[in-house]
């Protein structure tokens, strides 16, 4: 089914009221919630994988408290489709629970004309939440609660490890950064229950020995994801926390290979454009990046290509993987896309040497398209940074013999010998 994410829940949202406006044919909703143990004073908000339920913004829709324990709100869809959405307090750590305090999954829907829904939530979670998994992880996973530095909000970090990590004790390991970390790896934890599948595909191409095994790191978004995920706002001080904090902690609790060509960043939506801005910012660190459905632009409501121009647009060795579906959410942002490739060919790099761009018009927007893509984004992003590094060094080494060539030295000699 068609899974919108997160992505800029604010901005797709007021897009969606444009559309409900032009809509001859809007599909009506009735949300009824019955629900125990709300907090006093607090109120009830539905949120779900739709741009009329803020694109799992945690606060998009506010219900009207109609007595006790029950709720209501209305909600208008441009259309009849599938639609998964949940009941929270306003934040991603309070979700309606089932009676022994775990997440529910999401409920789900066909929407269709004045359809009436009647649901019951028993109890809601809370920071306190230790959440169980479901029995779909596959490896281990390594939790750092609460990190924080200077004036960014804590937030989780989650360390995949490959089989054998404790027994192979001599062994380095490459290692990818990717955001929103929550949705990586297990589905009791994922946004609206469904994740990338990192950990089972990781697994699978180690074992058919695609790739080396190699650690991946999931960095948690917090409720003021959009932001952070923007360079534009809070994106440089988000950039400075994974350079100065994240990776250093990384580098001393395990055994990675710090070096560039050896390290990666990705995400998707938001997410994909800030792992695109901290391999252009930093690409002394990142040999590549992984962009799924990067948000560059939006309707003239989003411009990320001016700050990109402020940070300089000389070639970087850095190899950028880029993609977007035509369905969707991603039908918005594929035309920004498409810019930022326009952009990059026009400052010199060259497809397939320096970056991909892969386009597929019947691709989705959501955590199970991204979940589809990003085994050739991975394989190919990695092989893309040995390769940008193999370049770089090739340069240097021409450098090198440029500088010595006339000085009557000979560079492969060391006067100490």
Not at 196 to 203: G, P
Not at 205 to 218: A, C, F, H, S, Y
Not at 305 to 326: A, I, N
Request: aromatic residues 10%; charged residues 25%; glycine residues 10%.
């Amino acid at each position: 089914m068609v899974f919108l994410g997160r992505l800029l829940a604010a901005l797709l949202a007021a897009s969606c009221v444009t559309a409900h406006a032009q809509s001859p044919m809007p599909v009506s909703v009735e949300f009824t919630l019955h629900a125990s143990g709300v907090p006093k004073g607090a109120s009830v908000y539905l949120s779900g994988g739709a741009p009329s339920l803020g694109n799992w913004k945690p606060d998009a829709v506010k219900m009207t408290r109609q007595g006790p324990n029950h709720w209501r709100a209305v909600v208008l869809f441009g259309d009849a489709m599938p639609v998964e959405y949940r009941y929270t307090l306003g934040r991603t750590s309070h979700v309606a629970a089932d009676h022994r305090g775990q997440p529910l999954p999401s409920f789900s829907i066909r929407t269709r004309r004045n359809l009436d829904v009647n649901d019951e939530v028993v109890a809601w979670t809370d920071e306190r939440t230790v959440v169980e998994a479901r029995g779909q992880v596959t490896g281990e996973l390594r939790y750092h609660r609460h990190v924080r530095s200077g004036t960014m909000p804590a937030r989780d970090l989650v360390v995949w490890l490959p089989r054998y990590y404790e027994m192979q004790d001599k062994r380095d390991y490459p290692v990818l950064y990717l955001n929103d970390g929550q949705d990586l790896f297990d589905p009791a934890q994922a946004e609206g229950g469904r994740d990338w599948q990192v950990d089972e595909t990781l697994q699978r191409l180690i074992e058919d020995e695609t790739i080396e095994p190699m650690i991946v790191v999931g960095i948690y978004s917090t409720d003021h994801r959009l932001s952070d995920y923007s360079p534009m706002e809070g994106g440089e001080a988000y950039m400075d926390f994974l350079l100065g904090t994240v990776k250093p902690l990384i580098d001393r609790r395990y055994r990675t290979r710090p070096g560039r060509e050896h390290t990666l960043v990705g995400g998707a939506a938001m997410g994909g454009l800030i792992a695109f801005a901290t391999a252009w910012r930093h690409p002394e660190v990142f040999g590549a990046a992984i962009s799924l459905s990067p948000a560059f632009r939006l309707d003239g409501r989003l411009d990320a290509m001016p700050w990109f121009e402020r940070q300089g647009t000389e070639m970087r060795p850095v190899f950028f993987y880029l993609d977007s579906g035509g369905v969707g959410a991603d039908a918005l942002l594929l035309p920004g896309v498409e810019d930022m490739v326009t952009q990059l060919k026009a400052w010199g790099y060259r497809p397939e040497q320096n970056f991909v761009f892969i386009r597929d018009l019947d691709g989705d927007h959501g955590v199970s398209a991204w979940a589809e893509r990003f085994p050739n984004a991975l394989t190919r992003s990695l092989r893309g940074a040995k390769r940008m590094e193999d370049i770089a060094r090739s340069r240097r080494a021409s450098e090198f013999d440029v500088a010595y060539a006339g000085s009557g030295h000979d560079p492969g000699f060391n006067a100490t010998e």
